[in-house]
């Protein structure tokens, strides 16, 4: 079955970097693009970025564009998010997911935390 498990999150302070990692497997991982979307406390979902299988094609929110980058290792079945430059409404529990723009199937996240 699909696995999809983030790594990465932390606390930083604003202005600070992390790299979030997803490792996939139980599926096909260059098959899919792949995205990253996050959720605040007391908020919905919201689509941070995605990115093509091959990665050719990227796409980000405007809230994130600028600062984050998407990437993916199709040799490890790894999704990248680096992230710079962050903000205290960059808090969140950040998922990766299969598909383009896609929320499902999802990981279970990893708390980023940005705070001074």
């Known amino acids: 079955q699909v696995q999809l498990v983030e790594s990465g999150g932390g606390l930083a302070q604003p202005g600070g970097s992390l790299r979030l990692s997803c490792a996939a497997s139980g599926f096909t991982f260059t098959n899919y693009p792949m995205t990253w979307v996050r959720q605040a406390p007391g908020k919905g979902l919201e689509w941070v970025s995605s990115?093509?299988?091959?990665?050719?094609?990227?796409a980000a929110a405007e809230s994130v564009k600028g600062r984050f980058t998407i990437s993916r290792d199709n040799a490890k079945k790894t999704l990248y998010l680096q992230m710079n430059n962050l903000k205290p409404e960059d808090t969140a529990l950040y998922y990766c997911a299969r598909g383009w723009r896609s929320a499902w199937p999802r990981g279970q996240g990893t708390q980023v935390t940005v705070s001074s």
């Open positions: 990115i093509y299988d091959d990665a050719t094609n990227t």
